[in-house]
């Protein structure tokens, strides 16, 4: 990817040249990441967009349609979920080659995508009539199947990382609430990790396995951003006014997620017992699924312009 070259391009010959060498290109399917120094999505009068081109400090994968809850490999891969029109499909980017593939290209919806430690393999929910399951998906072979015998609603899946044990929201039919279950590869055992009075969503293993963030929203519409150890005890409440799925440093020693507040959009890290939050990016536009880039610890996440997410990079 010529960075340079690109950035000496006026826009309007920076716009021609994207279209005719990548939309006009049916016979591949290519992406890459560009200095945001002209902005395609936002206004250059908005304060952000002012922001962004003074800082030099964002990239973004250029896709159509939305993408969403990036999710990145140990070699440095990257699986997340883009669609247009309502359905959603799963994708492979790979920066080595400066390609995108699509993993999945049915007419139902593949949402949360993680990878299988250790295996050329992703897991994501989706309904193929039957309700929402978890789904094992195998890049070697392209062999899909349901990752849990059992009958139960699943979604956002998180391995440990010897990968014996997966955690994930499960729909419980006592409480008639989603709560976050596990089930073990090697007994069997599938077990509800929580009771909770509300919902429960976005369960992520720490690194060592040990300890599971989780998001619990009451029915009043207020979260916590919870801890509690692979077998369900309450360890931690970390913080208030969390959203969606977040993501642990490499050694477990923080946290981040997204919060909300009198209209702007932050990503912050805090450490698990809950102190020392330090905010690591803001923005007008709503922003989403922080993850952490495994071989040059660079942040990952998505911000909302207009109906769509996109998928961009925070270089600094």
């Known amino acids: ?5 690109r950035r000496k391009e006026d826009f309007f010959t920076f716009v021609h040249r994207f279209y005719t060498e990548y939309i006009m290109n049916k016979g591949t399917r290519r992406a890459f990441f560009f200095i945001f120094g002209v902005t395609l999505l936002f206004s250059p009068a908005s304060l952000l967009s002012q922001q962004l081109l003074q800082a030099n400090r964002l990239q973004q994968l250029i896709l159509s349609g939305s993408q969403m809850f990036p999710s990145w490999s140990g070699d440095g891969r990257m699986v997340f979920q883009s669609g247009e029109k309502g359905r959603e499909n799963i994708f492979l980017y790979n920066p080595a080659k400066d390609t995108v593939v699509a993993l999945t290209t049915d007419s139902s919806d593949e949402q949360h995508p993680v990878w299988v430690p250790g295996k050329e393999a992703v897991v994501y929910d989706a309904d ?22 059992r009958k139960i609603a699943c979604r956002e899946a998180s ?5 014996h044990l997966v955690v994930f929201s499960g729909f419980d039919d006592r409480s008639q609430k989603w709560q976050i279950f596990s089930y073990d590869f090697v007994y069997g055992n599938l077990n509800r990790l929580t009771n909770e009075k509300g919902n429960c969503s976005f369960p992520v293993f720490s690194p060592d396995g040990k300890k599971i963030a989780y998001v619990a929203r009451d029915d009043d519409g207020r979260t916590e951003l ?13 913080k208030e006014n969390v959203q969606g799925r977040v993501s642990w440093s490499s050694d477990g020693w923080r946290i981040l997620f997204v919060s909300a507040k009198d209209k702007m959009f932050s990503i912050s890290s805090i450490r698990n017992d809950g102190s020392h939050e330090k905010e690591i990016f803001a923005s007008s536009h709503p922003l989403c699924c922080p993850a952490i880039q495994p071989f040059n610890k660079k942040l990952t996440f998505s911000m909302k312009n207009k109906k769509n997410f996109h998928i961009f990079t925070f270089l600094k």
């Open 1 to 5: 990817m010529k960075h340079e070259t």
């Open 128 to 149: 193929h009539g039957d309700g929402i399951r978890l789904y094992y998906l195998s890049l070697k072979t392209g062999k899909e199947h349901s990752l849990i015998p």
């Open 159 to 163: 391995f440990t990382p010897s990968r």
């Open 226 to 238: 919870r801890i509690i150890n692979w077998y369900g005890e309450l360890l931690k409440t970390v």
